[in-house]
C-alpha cells in the first residue's frame, strides 16, 4: 500500500505519518508538504531515515508539481491535510486560504482522478457547520447539520468539501471525507490555544485569551483523530462524510486554566475578541462509532497531561518557531490588544 499524506510537515499531518509508519511498517508514505510557516521538517526528523518513508517540498496548487509525484509515486491513496488553517490569519488574508484550501485540493483531485487513486480522503474540520449556541448544551453537529462558515478560513474548508464531494458524485471518484473538532497534542504548532499557553506559562509570558473565554471547544487527541481517519481509509463507506469528536468539550478559560494548576504559575491577560468568534463546538461522532467501531480513547485530563509533558521534554522544537517568523506574527496580533 502507497500512501500520499499531504501537509505531512504541519501537525495532524505529521501525527498521522508517524502513526501510520508504526502501524503499518510495510506500508509506503510520501510526505508532499509546502513547508510554509506551520510546516515542520524537525516535525518528521525520526522518520526521515525510514526505508518507506519519502519527503516532497511542493505546494498541493502546483499543478504540474503535483502531477510529477503521481506519475512517479503512483500513490494508492492520498489523505489531504495540507491546509492553511488558523481563523485569525484568515482573518487577515484571506486569499492564501481561498488558494490553498480550494484551488488546491482541485489539483488533487483532478491527479487523483487521472492516476486513478482506490481513495481520496479529505480531512476538515467541524467549522464548517459554524457554531452553537452556549445555552443549548443539547445541540451537537452531526453528518446531516447544515453549511454555515463564519470565517475565510471555514469557507475554505467548505468549499474544498462540497468540490470533493461533487467529484465523487460527478466522476465517480471513491473520496471521503472527516469532519474533526479541536485537536491538540504532539508537535502542535504554538500559535494556537492549548501550545500557546504552554510556551507562554514557560517563557514567563501573558495568556491572552480572547473575550471572556467562556467559548467552547470539543478537544480531540490527535492520536485518536489518526486512530479514526485509518479506520475510514480501511473501513469506511466512499462518498460519506464521517465526523470524529473527542466528547471533551471544555471552555477556553477552563482550558488555560488547567495549563496553569498543570505548570503551577501564568497570568491571564483578556484580549479583545476575534471577529465572528463561534461560540461552541460540539461533535456528535455516533455514525463512526456504529460504522466502524470508533470511539476517543483520550479523555482529556489524561490527554492534555501527556501533551504539557511533551511541551517540556521538547522544548528545542517549539523555541526554535519562536526564534523565527512566528514572533513577528504573534505581535501583529496581540501586541496592540
Known sequence: MK??????????????????????????????DKLTYAGNMETLAP??????????K??????????GIFEKEKPDIVVNFAAESHVDRSIENPSIFLQ?????????LDASRKYGVSRYHQVSTDEVYGDLPLDRPDLFFTEETPIHTSSPYSASKAGADLLVQAYHRTFGLPATISRCSNNYGPYHFPEKLIPLMIANVLNGKPLPVYGDGKNIR????????????DLILHKGRVGEVYNIGGHNEKTN????????????KGEIQFVTDRKGHDQRYAIDPTKIHNELGWL????????????????LDNRDWWENILSGEYQDYYERMYGDR
Open 100 to 108: 490553498t484550501n480550494v484551488m488546491g485540493t482541485q489539483v488533487l
Open 3 to 32: 500512501i500520499l499524506v499531504t501537509g505531512g510537515a504541519g501537525f495532524i499531518g505529521g501525527n498521522f505519518v508517524h502513526y501510520m509508519l508504526n502501524k503499518y511498517p510495510d506500508y509506503q508514505i510520501i510526505c508532499l
Open 296 to 311: 476517543p480513547a483520550t479523555k482529556f485530563e489524561d490527554g492534555i497531561k501527556k501533551t504539557i509533558q511533551w511541551y
Open 58 to 67: 511542493a505546494d498541493i496548487a502546483d499543478r504540474d508539481a503535483v502531477y
Open 47 to 56: 522518520v526521515m531515515d525510514k526505508l518507506n518513508f519519502t519527503f516532497v
Open 253 to 264: 478559560l477552563e482550558v488555560v486554566q488547567i495549563i496553569i494548576d498543570a505548570l503551577g
Open 218 to 229: 470539543d478537544w480531540l487527541y490527535v492520536e485518536d483523530h489518526c486512530a479514526a481517519i
